[in-house]
């Protein structure tokens, strides 16, 4: 996954494991960078090349958070977006209207991504967070037939 | 240290007429102040503006006042308000009125062992004739420079127009009529 | 390019004219402003300037005064020089802002043309709005006259605006009494007083989208003292900047201001201590009692915020009596500038005869014959080697003598 491998490249720490300084290194005015450099560009980069500064929450992981975690399958995906419009922590990782898998640095275990998938069966699942991903595809249920009147 | 009282209505330009004279007289000079007791009054209110003329700085903040002069623009202010307040053994008075001296004084006991001191002039009559309005204080500055004889008229009036000067041609002209005909009628 | 506006060596302006002038000299860009009695001429004139090509800004009207400052807070944070002014009720409103500007260190020029608090309503001056924002974090400058409305704004963008400062700054003048007073100016032309407030230099504006920043973060138990206890010291810190402008301002002016202006100290027996035009009329009253032989003198700290401790104590000097009058209702403790000046005076070896007055509430007139009682009363102090009235009194009032708490000096 990208996501991941995204993950190791910026060192991610625990969201509210800051380093506590004195009152004479606080920031200006309590104003937060959110990038490092010059950013004038940033709306073209995608989020793994941009350079977050160590104030952006997008350097903090929460993944220790979760307890279950979505798992996709990308032979059943429409590219909806319905999952990556709904997600409340932008962890659905999408280029070109074309789903390309969850942030699982940022993801919670919501579930919600799963409850607005369309497709029969779903291409979101839950899984317990011990599970690893391709045993959970293997498990993947079949298309489930309309139940008639 | 020169103190003026004006007795105006709101509405009627004491407080333009304080700062106009303020104005006019800051350009010889001299330092000025220029105030008013007002806030919450409806247009027609009574109220009292103030000036200030000394040739040192003017620190003093006090509303409070022993005026030099009193000018009432508003004719009916004579009976109402208590325009002799505080008023000082030399205190001149100037007050518009459609009255002549001796019947305004006569009418207003408080003025009667000051009639040495009262003049008056008819201010609404010579702004309406000349500014076509009922706007009492230009003519009211035109018997004061007579009375207190500070200005020459004619320097005055020069000073005056450049404190109208972003004003349209008219409405300066018919000024410079209602302050001289004020300075010749003021008795 | 703003038009060039005429003006004369000397100019009658009162103190919302003078105010808005420097507003315009300084090239504000924008003023977020709810217009509110006795301040509203100035953001009236600023509009005014905008509308007549004098400024290049713009007057953006609000639905409040807590949404002006917000207004406010927005166009400073995304770089621009921003001011407005209020007053009382109006001030009140804002009060929660004020501490997020400081908070977010945004140098908003902020003219407070000091009124009464309601109720009952008053549309006049006294210092309660003054002293309901003393905490919010801000410079807070005293004009005592028209020109020093004018001067002290000027100075307020320089001191504000300093990389070393960046903070907030109020500029209160009285409300009606300096406000509305005419009086002779002496303004600088529009390219002095432009060039001595200088080119606006943002700082981690939220525009530069090279760099974007979030402004109004929260701060929990871990981070918030720290943030706070910076922004205090930058407070304390600004004397050295506000000593800087102000001695930058005589070079080019010849008018001279101190963080304590002090009036014939230099000898005083007896001393009063005062804000706002209070000041000039005691100086008056100080002149006159001199030539009767009495040593009187005048304290005033034209820098309320942040307040002048060392000094304080400094011009006081051998005074015997010292009076510290408030223009604020007290609301049950002594007058807040009794309280500040008693505890700088406590810091020396001295101990001058020091009591409280309270007077002027809801613009009530203070006369020249009341300031020399005044000073009076504190002669007879100093003679009889103790307080000779109630430590908290009240002048110019009606009705019974009204006082609290004896002095257990002897």
């Given amino acids: 996954m990208r996501g991941a491998a995204a993950t190791e490249k910026r060192g991610m720490r625990e969201l509210g494991a800051e380093k506590l300084v004195g009152w004479d290194e606080v920031t200006h005015g309590v104003v937060i960078n959110s990038f490092e450099g010059d950013a004038a560009n940033i709306a073209s980069l995608t989020s793994e090349e941009r350079i977050y500064s160590d104030f952006n929450s997008y350097t903090a992981t929460v993944a220790s958070w979760r307890v279950v975690k979505p798992v996709y399958n990308r032979d059943i995906c429409i590219d909806c977006q319905n999952c990556w419009v709904w997600c409340p922590d932008t962890s659905i990782i999408s280029r070109d209207k074309q789903m390309l898998g969850i942030d699982y640095d940022h993801c919670k275990g919501c579930g919600v991504c799963v409850e607005v998938c369309p497709t029969n069966p779903k291409s979101l699942l839950m899984f317990i967070e011990a599970e690893e991903n391709d045993s959970a595809l293997s498990q993947w249920p079949e298309k489930k037939k309309k139940e008639k009147e | 240290m020169v103190e003026i009282r004006w007795h105006s209505r709101a509405g009627q330009g004491a407080v333009t007429g304080a700062k106009g004279l303020g104005d006019v007289v800051s350009t010889t000079g001299k330092q000025v102040q220029a105030f008013a007791l007002y806030g919450s009054a409806k247009r027609g209110a009574a109220m009292r503006a103030y000036n200030r003329i000394d040739d040192e700085q003017i620190i003093n903040h006090e509303k409070f006042m022993y005026p030099d002069f009193v000018l009432v623009i508003d004719p009916a202010l004579a009976f109402t308000d208590n325009i002799t307040d505080n008023d000082k053994a030399s205190t001149k008075y100037i007050i518009t009125t459609h009255l002549s001296k001796e019947d305004l004084i006569a009418q207003i006991p408080s003025l009667q062992e000051r009639k040495e001191r009262v003049f008056v002039v008819d201010c609404m009559k010579i702004s309406l004739d000349t500014i076509g309005r009922a706007i009492p204080n230009t003519p009211m500055l035109g018997a004061f420079v007579k009375i207190s004889g500070m200005f020459e008229l004619d320097y005055f009036l020069d000073r005056m127009k450049k404190v109208l000067s972003k004003f349209p041609q008219k409405i300066i002209d018919s000024n410079m009529d209602a302050i001289t005909t004020a300075y010749n009628t003021v008795k | ?410």
């Fill in chain 3, 1 to 410: 390019m703003a038009e060039k506006y005429e003006i004369n060596q000397t100019e009658v302006w009162d103190g919302n004219y003078a105010a808005a002038h420097a507003l315009r000299q300084a090239q504000v860009d924008v003023v977020s402003a709810y217009p509110i009695t006795p301040s509203t001429p100035i953001v009236e004139n600023y509009g005014n300037f905008v509308s007549n090509g004098y400024i290049d800004g713009e007057f953006v009207m609000v639905e409040s005064e807590h949404a002006a400052m917000s207004g406010c807070v927005g166009a400073a944070a995304a770089g621009g020089r921003v001011a407005t002014a209020t007053s009382s009720q109006g001030f009140a409103l804002m009060v929660e802002v004020l501490y997020q500007a400081s908070g977010m260190r945004l140098p908003i020029v902020l003219n407070v043309v000091n009124r009464a608090l309601a109720s009952p309503l008053n549309v006049r001056g006294d210092h309660s709005d003054m002293y309901l924002g003393r905490d919010a974090g801000w410079i807070n400058l005293d004009a005592f006259n028209a020109q020093e409305a004018y001067d002290m704004n000027l100075c307020a963008f320089r001191i504000g605006e300093h990389l070393d400062v960046r903070l907030p700054v109020m500029v209160h003048q009285d409300g009606f009494i300096t406000s509305h007073t005419a009086q002779n100016i002496n303004p600088l032309q529009d390219e002095d007083a432009y060039k001595f407030v200088g080119v606006y230099q943002p700082v981690e504006e939220m525009l530069d989208f090279s760099k974007p920043v979030t402004y109004g973060a929260q701060t929990e138990e871990d981070w918030h003292y720290e943030h706070k206890a910076r922004q205090h010291s930058a407070l304390m810190r600004s004397t050295r900047v506000i000593d800087e402008v102000f001695a930058d301002f005589k070079a080019l002016t010849g008018r001279e201001y101190k963080r304590v202006e002090s009036y014939m100290m230099e000898d005083a027996e007896v001393a009063v201590v005062a804000l706002g035009t209070t000041v000039e009329t005691l100086r008056q009253a100080a002149k006159e009692l001199r030539k009767e032989g009495l040593k009187a003198g005048v304290i005033a700290p034209r820098c309320f915020r942040p307040f002048p401790f060392d000094q304080i104590a400094e011009v006081c000097g051998d005074a015997k009596a010292v009076c510290v009058m408030d223009r604020s209702a007290p609301g049950g403790a002594m007058g807040a500038m009794f309280n500040e000046i008693s505890a700088a005076i406590l810091a020396t070896g001295k101990r001058p005869l020091v009591t409280n007055y309270i007077y002027g509430l809801g613009g009530r007139d203070f006369s020249v014959d009341e300031a020399k009682r005044i000073f009076k009363e504190q002669k007879a102090h100093a003679d009889a080697g103790h307080i000779t009235t109630q430590i908290q009194q009240f002048s110019g009032l009606r009705g019974p003598r009204l006082g609290f708490f004896e002095s257990k000096r002897s």
